[in-house]
DNA sequence: TATTTAATTAGGTCAATACTTAATTAAATG
DNA sequence: CATTTAATTAAGTATTGACCTAATTAAATA
């Protein structure tokens, strides 16, 4: 799954609007335009750009075309989004930061509490700084 | 919380990278620039919408203001997208939706199967149909 | 209390996105 | 196999979003 592509998929309210009924209901195309109140082309659009995230899955039936919402990347999402909520913080350790500086930097931004170097790793080259 | 604002602060590059880089250590704001090669103002930028969305918290240390990421918040939004893969599928009950017109809708979409009532409520007028 | 300094806001540019209507496509049906 | 019809794609426009530099703000410190 990518990520990016399914939030920027939801990421709108026509989108999160057209899930929300697919998931409730089997509307085809005009029945969204209607229920929406867009053209049928926009919410064509709208339907490619949340079947190419893999949020639908689309099937003809008779003349018409209905769409499923693929829960499985609605619940992948919310693992992976539940897993950066699991990431730790990793304080200054240099151990963990190969390009760390410093040994140490047990109060670093008060002023004074690091040396010219690690303030360079923090906030660039004292030229860009002032 | 507001899901909508929530997922178009997630929904850009340059803010997740914010916030992976804000999960792990303690940025300032300059190093945040530094790190993904955009200006302070950008970032800033970033940091007000992801603030805003209640992704973030500041706290002012010394000079440097520092970030520290709202877990609840993305717990709460993984919850969220749960709930909508929780939903079920009414099908066509008439009883779930006062405005449909039919008793019931056995293989709809199949030509024929739908009388004008029907057809009028799930694809519009018929003047506006051709 | 004047100065320093990081962060923010203002103002402007360019690219991406969300719409529209019109044209096209492709599948179902007579 | 020609016709019908829903959906999609094309083409164009207007809005929104992401970036920049420059100006401003507000807090810490001398």
């Known amino acids: 799954m990518n990520t990016m592509q399914v939030l920027k998929a939801m990421a709108n309210e026509t989108r999160m609007e057209i899930l929300t009924l697919l998931l409730r209901h089997n509307y ?13 082309a926009t919410i064509s659009q709208h339907l490619k ?15 018409f075309m209905h769409y499923d919402v ?16 699991g990431i730790e913080r990793e304080g200054c ?31 660039g080259k004292e030229a860009d700084r002032e």
Chains 1, 2 share one sequence.
């Open 28 to 40: 085809c195309v005009r029945a969204l335009a209607n229920e929406l109140d867009f053209s049928e």
């Open 93 to 123: 350790h240099p151990k963990l930061r190969s390009d760390c500086p410093v040994e140490l930097k047990p109060s670093c931004h008060k002023k004074g509490t690091c040396d010219e170097e690690t303030i360079e790793f923090c906030h």
């Open 70 to 85: 693929e829960k499985t990347a609605l619940i992948e999402l919310a693992r992976e989004i539940e897993a950066l909520a």
């Open 49 to 63: 750009i949340l079947r190419e995230a893999g949020l639908l899955i689309g099937e003809k039936r008779g003349y």
